[in-house]
């Protein structure tokens, strides 16, 4: 985009100066330097001249995709567009949408094309493809029902810089209700964000139901950081949550913190902690560091920790299982992180471990990730080990918005403002598969907290982990995210008012 762009500033110069008038005169039909509120920015971006008006469109699906076909009839029945229409382009009042499968290798997994001419042509390999294609049309088209649309002629080609495009979630400090969750998947998929991480466990709080050991949501689910909310999800609200996810192409990530951060796992089951242990109350403090799985019992945990991941598993279809290994110092703890690695290998997944879990013995496909910005993650990589970045001084966004907002601050006394997140460079780290802002809830309690906590600032990780290196430009992106203010209030999101974007004043519905 950037790069169409310039060569539009550049034709435009030409044209003053006079220069080439022959090819200019081809090249000013062409001549477009609104700025597309697009976001993630897509990889290139031609524009095209005019516009395309039209009242209904008619579907036309070629090959199975019901992912993209769900998320354009959802978008089309939004806006009110009637999908019944014949005839295509300006005149006829209808538009055809087609919607193609090709056999295109340059597009890869994700890769699509979006046309619009005198009707809108979206293509790609995969299912996945299209889907990402629809997100773009979507933030073409107006936030709310309008009597006729205009859609700029363009065409797009497109694909992701990474292939993990991620948040987590603590919903074991604070509880999540579920219709927070599928909001906050609908506005992941609008910004292509596609891995949901929840921590499911930690000192806390215990919020994933495991048969066999009922009091782990009687008891563990029962607290709370202080001031948050307490619950579990059952298996099948879980279930429900992986479909809802798959089908807006959000795979969610399931973490189970261990051998530390189990403090509510010791509260429900007292033989989880070592015989000497006597704090085996629920805890509500934001600590960390203090409870253990008792590792020199391996006859009382393993069974605990193979029937936990087993349930797990058989949830979530993800391929990567987080497995934790956080902040905890103990003599067996590169044994236990081995271990458990190996139950999750021997299941057929590939394990997810924070960092500090480099120091256990490994197969090379695990993954580690990333988030104390000075980690000495050499060795890993040279290991060959793939990185989940997630830098706690760019993208741990339960620090503030702006310096002095009350909340976690540990990693950067200053805050992350949007322009800190947006920083972020991931290209030196050479086995990254992508990035992951890590929301943390020891003070992020209500709906309207994780919202502002999380937006606009997913934005810049959307696009962080989307375009390519080298198409960074601040100033750009926040003209673009501003063109998109609409489409977050049309989806409720309770961002906060970033300065940056001017966003201090009421927003301009269109
Ligand atoms: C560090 S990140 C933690 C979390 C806290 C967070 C607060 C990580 C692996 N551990 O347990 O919630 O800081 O910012």
């Given at each position: 985009?950037?790069a169409?762009?310039?060569?539009d500033?550049?034709?435009?110069c030409?044209?003053?100066?006079?220069?080439?008038?022959?090819?200019?005169?081809?090249?000013?039909?062409?001549?477009?330097?609104?700025?597309?509120?697009?976001?993630?920015?897509?990889?290139?971006?031609?524009?095209?001249?005019?516009?395309?008006?039209?009242?209904?469109?008619s579907?036309?699906a070629?090959?199975?995709?019901?992912?993209a076909?769900?998320?354009?009839d959802?978008?089309?029945?939004?806006?009110?567009?009637?999908?019944?229409?014949?005839?295509?382009g300006?005149?006829?009042?209808?538009?055809?949408?087609?919607?193609q499968?090709?056999?295109?290798?340059?597009?890869?997994?994700?890769?699509?094309?979006?046309?619009?001419g005198?009707?809108?042509?979206?293509?790609?390999?995969?299912?996945?493809?299209?889907?990402?294609?629809v997100?773009?049309l979507?933030?073409?088209?107006?936030?709310?029902?309008?009597?006729?649309?205009?859609?700029?002629?363009?065409s797009i080609?497109?694909?992701?810089?990474?292939?993990?495009?991620?948040?987590?979630?603590?919903?074991?400090?604070?509880?999540?209700?579920?219709?927070y969750?599928?909001?906050?998947?609908?506005?992941?998929?609008?910004?292509?964000?596609?891995?949901?991480?929840?921590?499911?466990?930690?000192?806390?709080?215990?919020?994933?139901?495991?048969?066999?050991y009922?009091k782990?949501?009687?008891?563990?689910?029962?607290?709370?950081?202080?001031?948050g909310?307490?619950?579990?999800?059952?298996?099948?609200?879980?279930k429900?949550?992986?479909?809802y996810?798959?089908?807006?192409?959000?795979?969610?990530?399931?973490?189970?913190?261990?051998?530390?951060?189990?403090?509510?796992?010791?509260?429900?089951?007292?033989?989880?902690?070592?015989?000497?242990?006597?704090?085996?109350?629920p805890?509500?403090g934001v600590?960390?560091?203090?409870s253990?799985?008792?590792?020199?019992?391996?006859?009382?945990?393993?069974?605990?920790?193979q029937?936990?991941l087993?349930?797990?598993?058989?949830?979530?279809?993800?391929?990567?299982?987080?497995?934790?290994?956080?902040?905890?110092?103990?003599?067996?703890?590169?044994?236990?992180?081995?271990?458990a690695?190996?139950?999750?290998?021997?299941?057929?997944?590939?394990?997810?471990?924070?960092?500090?879990?480099?120091?256990?013995?490994?197969?090379?496909?695990a993954?580690?990730?990333?988030?104390?910005?000075?980690?000495?993650?050499?060795?890993?990589?040279?290991?060959?080990?793939?990185?989940?970045?997630?830098?706690?001084?760019?993208?741990?966004?339960?620090?503030?918005?702006?310096?002095?907002?009350?909340g976690?601050?540990?990693?950067?006394?200053?805050?992350?403002?949007?322009?800190?997140?947006?920083?972020?460079?991931p290209?030196?780290?050479?086995?990254?598969?992508?990035?992951?802002?890590?929301?943390w809830?020891?003070f992020v309690?209500?709906?309207?907290?994780?919202?502002?906590?999380?937006?606009p600032?997913?934005?810049?990780?959307?696009?962080?982990?989307w375009?390519?290196?080298?198409?960074?430009?601040?100033?750009?992106?926040?003209?673009?995210?501003?063109?998109?203010?609409?489409?977050?209030?049309?989806?409720?999101?309770?961002?906060?008012?970033?300065?940056?974007?001017?966003?201090?004043?009421?927003?301009?519905?269109?």
């Open positions: 985009m950037k169409s762009l310039r060569i500033v550049l034709l435009a030409m044209a003053l100066a006079g220069i080439g008038h022959g090819a200019l005169a081809q090249a000013a039909e062409v001549r477009d330097t609104t700025v597309r509120p697009l976001v993630p920015a897509p990889q290139t971006l031609t524009p095209a001249k005019g516009e395309l008006y039209f009242r209904t469109v579907v036309q070629q090959g199975s995709a019901p992912k076909r769900q998320a354009l959802a978008a089309l029945y939004a806006l009110g567009i009637p999908t019944n229409g014949s005839g295509s300006n005149g006829t009042g209808s538009a055809t949408v087609r919607l499968l090709i056999d295109d290798p340059a597009l890869g997994e994700e890769g699509y094309r979006l046309v619009i005198e009707d809108i042509t979206l293509s790609a390999r995969t299912d996945t493809g299209l889907l990402h294609a997100q773009t979507r933030q073409l088209l107006p936030a709310r029902p309008q009597r006729e649309l205009r859609l700029p002629r363009l080609a497109d694909a992701p810089a990474y292939r993990w495009r991620g948040v987590s979630l603590d919903v074991a400090r604070s509880f999540l209700p579920m219709a969750l599928e909001r906050h998947i609908d506005r992941m998929a609008l910004f292509k964000l596609n891995r949901l991480h929840l921590h499911l466990t930690d000192d806390q709080g215990w919020r994933i139901q495991i048969n066999g009922p782990l949501t009687e008891i563990g689910g029962g607290s709370a950081v202080e001031g909310r307490a619950g579990f999800y059952t298996q099948d609200e879980l429900h949550l992986v479909a996810a798959q089908a807006r192409g959000v795979t969610i990530v399931p973490e189970i913190d261990m051998p530390g951060h189990v403090q509510a796992a010791l509260a429900s089951y007292n033989t989880l902690a070592c015989d000497n242990v006597t704090n085996l109350a805890y509500s600590e960390v560091g203090f253990v799985l008792c590792l020199e019992k391996p006859e009382a945990i393993y069974p605990f920790v029937a936990v087993e349930q797990v598993v058989a949830i979530f279809p993800s391929t990567e299982i987080h497995i934790g290994g956080d902040e905890i110092k103990h003599p067996l703890y590169a044994d236990f992180v081995s271990r690695a190996a139950i999750v290998d021997g299941m057929g997944r590939t394990p997810i471990v924070w960092e500090e879990g480099s120091v256990a013995t490994l197969k090379p496909n993954l580690l990730q990333l988030w104390n910005d000075g980690y000495d993650i050499a060795p890993a990589v040279a290991k060959g080990h793939p990185l989940i970045l997630s830098p706690c001084s760019y993208l741990y966004v339960d620090h503030g918005n702006h310096a002095g907002q009350p976690a601050d540990w990693c950067r006394k200053e805050g992350l403002p949007l322009q800190r997140v947006y920083q972020f460079d290209a030196p780290f050479k086995t990254a598969v992508g990035i992951e802002a890590a929301l809830t020891e309690h209500t709906d309207a907290d994780t919202d502002a906590r999380l937006w600032r997913l934005a810049a990780v959307a696009e962080l982990a375009s390519p290196a080298g198409t960074r430009d601040y100033a750009g992106f926040v003209q673009r995210l501003d063109g998109l203010r609409p489409q977050l209030d049309a989806l409720g999101v309770q961002y906060y008012a970033e300065p940056d974007l001017g966003w201090n004043a009421p927003a301009k519905h269109k």
